[in-house]
């Protein structure tokens, strides 16, 4: 990209996303609500360029929007297990779990996004990242198998993570 472009679209993904929610939120478009979010598309970000020192290298929309849907399935099916135990699992026999689950990603936005999903999860919540970054501490709500719980979050959502942001 161009030196000028970059100084007014510092993050053009962002910028796309910004509009776009912006007139989902409008309920009803019109030609005044997409000029209006795109206007803000462009000053958000680059009011904010310069908390960003670094963008990501190597991001992969097509691989981020797949992994989008598969949490937002994942986000369904906890909530009705999360609501199937809470009507049904006495609190005696409620086998909650602190799990730590070793890293492989290093990119802060990588990790940040897996910490998000598992709280966005219902069941599970990231509590606490490492001092050097290489482990996650997440408490889950009820499980029989907390290393398959690991093994779980770094197959499901920390591997396709890795693809995304390679």
Same mark, same amino acid.
């Given at each position: ?21 912006? =007139? ?7 030609a005044?609500?997409? &000029? ?5 598309? $462009? ?7 310069v ?24 986000i =369904?099916?906890?909530n009705?297990? &999360?609501?199937? =135990? &809470?009507l049904?699992?006495?609190n ?8 730590v689950i ?15 999903? =598992? ?5 599970? &919540? ?5 001092d050097?970054?290489?482990?996650l ?15 779980? $979050? ?5 591997a396709?993570l ?5």
């Amino acid at each position: 990209m161009s030196r000028a472009f970059r100084w007014l679209l510092p993050h053009p993904y962002l910028t796309l996303l910004l509009a776009v929610v912006w =007139i989902l939120l409008q309920n009803q478009f019109s030609a005044g609500m997409a &000029v209006f979010g795109l206007i803000l598309g $462009i000053i958000i970000p680059w009011g904010t360029s310069v908390w960003w020192p670094d963008t990501p290298k190597g991001f992969r929309l097509g691989k981020m929007l797949s992994y989008s849907l598969i949490v937002m399935w994942d986000i =369904i099916v906890a909530n009705i297990q &999360v609501a199937w =135990i &809470v009507l049904t699992v006495p609190n005696a026999k409620l086998k909650p779990a602190w799990i730590v689950i070793p890293l492989d990603l290093r990119q802060p936005e990588a990790i940040t996004m897996l910490a998000g999903t =598992i709280t966005l999860t219902p069941g599970t &919540v990231s509590a606490d990242l490492s001092d050097e970054g290489h482990s996650l501490l997440v408490h889950v709500l009820h499980t029989d198998d907390p290393d398959g719980e690991r093994d779980g $979050i770094k197959s499901r959502y920390e591997a396709r993570l890795k693809e995304i942001f390679s």
